[in-house]
């Protein structure tokens, strides 16, 4: 999925400003896509440009900054969104994830430096899991699509801390330190 689908999609639902849909992307995607302002923004002024979204308001900022733009769909949009929508083109589930990459090479690092980053990673997938939770409810509204998206980050999150608690108690126990060799192998293999 590319951020220009996202933003398309979201424009469905109301005219947002930049900041709406990065924080909707955040709160309500995150299990599933990440985005920063410096590929929001371009993919705003480069879609502007295609005609696929224009700018329903210009107004000033209350801070004085940049003046806050308000975008809106166009029926061009809605139109290369549905194309996107039936296309058969969907590649296979990427996760990019940080603390994975991380944890592979815990093994060169301390055993309780481990255990606090993994700490952390629970608590706020702990907290993530509380505040998925709380909203499911509004999400069953929004349809099937919508509930079945957000029943799937809820379980995700489940999964997750499940994950995470058992990863723990294994590093914990010596098991990851006896296993750092063999991981070590299967990253690198002697040429």
């Known amino acids: 999925m590319s951020v220009k689908y996202a933003i398309l999609g979201l424009l469905h639902y109301r005219n947002m400003h930049g900041y709406e849909i990065k924080g909707h992307i955040e709160r ?33 900022s209350d801070l004085g900054g940049p003046h806050k733009k308000l975008y809106a769909i166009t029926a061009n949009g809605r139109e290369a969104f549905v194309s996107w929508l039936e296309s058969e083109d969907i590649s296979p589930m990427v996760l990019r994830d940080p603390f994975l990459m991380r944890f592979i090479f815990f093994g060169f690092s301390s055993k309780e430096q481990a255990v ?10 702990e ?3 509380t505040r998925r939770t709380q909203h499911l409810e509004r999400w069953r509204r929004r349809g099937p699509y919508v509930r079945l998206v957000a029943e799937l980050g809820v379980e995700f999150n489940q999964m997750y801390v499940k994950w995470l608690k058992r990863a723990r108690r294994e590093i914990l126990d010596g098991g990851a330190d006896e296993a750092k060799a063999t991981r070590m192998e299967l990253l690198l293999p002697e040429e």
Request: no cysteine.
């Open 28 to 60: 309500h995607f995150g299990h599933m896509w990440t985005i920063n302002y410096g590929q929001l923004y371009p993919n705003l002024k480069s879609m502007q440009e295609e005609g696929l979204i224009t700018l329903a308001d210009v107004s000033p």
């Open 116 to 125: 606090k980053i993994i700490d952390h990673q629970i608590k706020m997938y």
């Open 127 to 129: 907290e993530q899991y």
